[in-house]
């Protein structure tokens, strides 16, 4: 089992930058991957970008491509979410994810794959 904490959301005015981190304990760091997804305001929680075990593989969702990076630091049990070019639309909670395994090929981008998820942390852009 892992445990998830996320840290670094806040206020920024559109066009600025914010860096989200997600430290994990437990298990092995490395054996899990992970994704980072955001859920506004009467909306569906939504897939934003997973990284695989070893990080060689990055996914990201149509609307963060060229803005946001999804990184982890295996030594340091933590994954990143490097936020650039903000936008009002982004504003939501966003939530970091964890899973062994998948059921087959693509299916990073769903929520029902990853088994363990942080607490969330709130990103407000203001325009």
């Known amino acids: 089992q892992v445990q998830l904490v996320e840290s670094g959301g806040g206020l920024v005015q559109a066009g600025g930058s914010l860096r989200l981190s997600c430290a994990a304990s437990?298990?092995?760091?490395?054996?899990?991957?992970l994704g980072w997804f955001r859920q506004a305001p009467g909306k569906e929680r939504k897939f934003v970008a997973a990284i695989m075990w070893s990080g060689g593989s990055t996914y990201y969702a149509d609307s963060v491509k060229g803005r946001f990076t999804i990184s982890r630091d295996n030594a340091k049990n933590t994954v990143y979410l490097q936020m650039n070019s903000l936008k009002p639309e982004d504003t939501a909670v966003y939530y970091c994810?964890?899973?062994?395994?998948?059921?087959?090929?693509?299916?990073?981008?769903?929520?029902?794959?990853?088994?363990?998820w942080g607490q969330g942390t709130q990103v407000t852009v203001s325009s």
């Open positions: 994810a964890a899973t062994e395994s998948f059921s087959g090929s693509y299916y990073w981008g769903e929520s029902d794959e990853y088994d363990y």
């Open positions: 437990g298990r092995t760091f490395s054996s899990y991957a």
